[in-house]
């Protein structure tokens, strides 16, 4: 069998955070049944045309904000996707959430529904932070939400958190992961918050206004995530991921193993045996080009064999675990030890890889310079 994620972009916030560069735009309450509709009709197409032999093993709702839909518009979408697509007994299906759209009435609806996995962005559990980071939120509607959606009975929970703030303090930042940690969640994704073009942020920085902590500081929180969260019994599987024994995010592995991924809405990228394709970002383009033509792509390509093979690497890096090396031959047919002889040879010699018969992973040292470990393999 063909293992799949479905990826569904919900396009909608209360409020566009200023550090935000997703496809996010403030809701028009007004064109969700219009975007849903788009969406149910694109996913019809796409079922139609899905191999046999294929299932879906994860549904991940990202945004955007997908809780900004009302509930009867997020039950369309999971009934609908139940009746067109061969979901597996025990298919992950996970909705993220923002703690000023969430409602204990929407939680227990969402969970009466099937939807059975909610990632809750906290960021922070520091007031000044939050109203620093443009957050809407208050570190007690935080509290509030994830009480909200184990009322709801959601089992499988995970906090977004977020570190190298304006302001932020070793002090604050270990308040926050032990206030994360006293809500147990099952699973916790810490992210260095990163300046990106196009945001107000990007503006701010550029301007003098936003400074962020030096390297030496944003290397110790998360050194210090990795310690605590570790100590605390969660497995770091992923550069920012950590999660309980068996609840690692299946959604994102599928994403970070280049596995085969079906992406629905506006912006949305999917990517089907060595193609990459990626919907235009505007929603009401995106409604109208559907309603039209039933497809929105705005980008394909095809993935040549050596980009294929870098891309593998570069996501499965990402992972504690690394690379399968036998599976990455048997997709590329090709030799790994000869292939990357010379690379290898060398961040060998660096320490910043560990290098088995059948696997690849990066060493703590190669973890915390990631991004240019990786390139090595692009080159
Ligand atoms: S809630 Fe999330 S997706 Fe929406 S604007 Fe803020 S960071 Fe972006």
């Not at 069998?1 to 809701?27: E, Q, R, T």
């Not at 620093?132 to 009480?147: C, G, K, Q």
């Not at 009975?153 to 570190?163: A, E, H």
């Not at 973890?367 to 240019?372: C, E, F, I, K, V």
Request: charge should be negative; aromatic fraction near 10%; glycine fraction near 6%.
């Amino acid at each position: 069998m063909n293992s799949l994620g479905i990826y569904i972009h919900i396009p909608y916030c209360l409020h566009k955070c200023g550090y935000c560069d997703f496809n996010s735009h403030v809701a028009r309450e007004k064109e969700m049944p219009d975007y849903v509709s788009a969406l149910l009709k694109e996913m019809e197409i796409a079922s139609n045309e899905m191999d046999i032999d294929s299932e879906i093993v994860s549904i991940f709702l990202g945004g955007g904000t997908p809780t900004t839909l009302p509930l009867e518009l997020l039950e369309k979408i999971l009934i609908r996707s139940r009746q067109i697509f061969p979901l597996v007994p025990d298919c992950e299906i996970t909705f993220e959430a923002n703690p000023a759209s969430a409602s204990l009435e929407k939680l227990s609806g969402l969970r009466r529904i099937g939807y059975n996995r909610i990632s809750i962005g906290v960021q922070s559990f520091q007031a000044n932070e939050l109203v620093t980071l443009d957050r809407i939120h208050s570190p007690d509607e935080a509290v509030t939400a994830i009480n909200w959606a184990r009322q709801a009975g959601f089992d499988n929970l995970s906090i977004d958190l977020m570190f190298a703030l304006t302001d932020q303090t070793p002090e604050t930042w270990n308040n926050t992961l032990n206030k994360a940690l006293a809500l147990a969640p099952e699973h916790l994704s810490t992210y260095n918050l990163m300046i990106e073009p196009g945001t107000a942020f990007y503006g701010l920085q550029k301007n003098g206004k936003l400074k962020l902590p030096e390297d030496e500081q944003q290397l110790y929180y998360f050194q210090e995530s990795i310690r605590q969260l570790t100590q605390a019994g969660y497995q770091h599987y992923e550069i920012s991921n950590f999660a309980k024994p068996g609840r690692e995010c299946r959604h994102n592995k599928i994403y970070w193993n280049n596995g085969n991924t079906f992406g629905f809405g506006a912006g949305a990228a999917r990517y089907l045996n060595g193609q990459r394709s990626k919907n235009i970002n505007l929603p009401s383009d995106y409604i109208r080009q559907i309603m039209q033509n039933g497809d929105a792509t705005e980008s394909t390509e095809c993935l040549q064999t050596l980009d294929a093979m870098g891309e593998t690497l570069m996501l499965g890096l990402r992972m504690l675990e690394g690379v399968n090396i036998p599976q990455f031959e048997n997709r590329f047919k090709v030799s790994f030890h000869s292939h990357y002889q010379e690379v290898l040879k060398k961040l060998s010699r660096e320490n910043f890889i560990k290098l088995t018969e059948d696997r690849l992973a990066l060493t703590t040292k190669g973890l915390y310079l990631a991004d240019s470990v990786i390139m090595e393999f692009m080159n």
